[in-house]
């Protein structure tokens, strides 16, 4: 099995550039944080880069709402590249290609949280009068 699952910040805006047929591609740069107590017994943090390759519609949407410090989580496959560098060697780079991804934390510009799954709108429950004896499950009249 070939999956990758993360959930980090974005380090800077994503990259976005169109194929000769017209598809998005975004490439994004993502960090994440990982905390343990040392030898020491003092916090150590240490954070991991990640490049992460969306394509099509979810391209499209990471370039029109994702930027620099967004919150994001990422499922997909890791992918091995090889290219030739400029001075002629092999170089080697591991990305993760998203097959999913969802925006998490604020949305931009109104500082309010976004869930991360949408919550079922709920009519609210009416409460019994005064004295009258409330049984779970009992029809409730709106």
């Not at 550039?17 to 240490?46: F, I, M, P, W």
């Not at 931009?108 to 009258?132: K, L, T, V």
Request: hydrophobic share 30%; proline share 7%; net charge positive.
């Amino acid at each position: 099995m070939n999956k990758a699952q993360i959930i980090g910040r974005l380090g800077q805006d994503p990259e976005i550039r169109y194929t000769s047929s017209g598809s998005a591609v975004a490439n994004l740069r993502v960090a994440t944080n990982e905390r343990r107590k040392g030898a020491d017994g003092a916090v150590q943090e240490s954070t991991e880069w990640h490049s992460v390759t969306l394509f099509a519609r979810q391209a499209e949407v990471a370039g029109e709402y994702l930027k620099k410090g967004s919150q994001v989580y990422v499922e997909g496959r890791l992918r091995t590249r090889k290219w030739q560098g400029k001075d002629g060697q092999e170089r080697y780079t591991t990305e993760i290609v998203g097959s999913e991804f969802e925006m998490l934390g604020a949305r931009p510009g109104n500082g309010e949280a976004r869930p991360a799954q949408p919550a079922p709108a709920r009519a609210p429950a009416a409460a019994p009068a005064r004295g009258e004896p409330f049984y779970p499950g009992e029809d409730i009249p709106f």
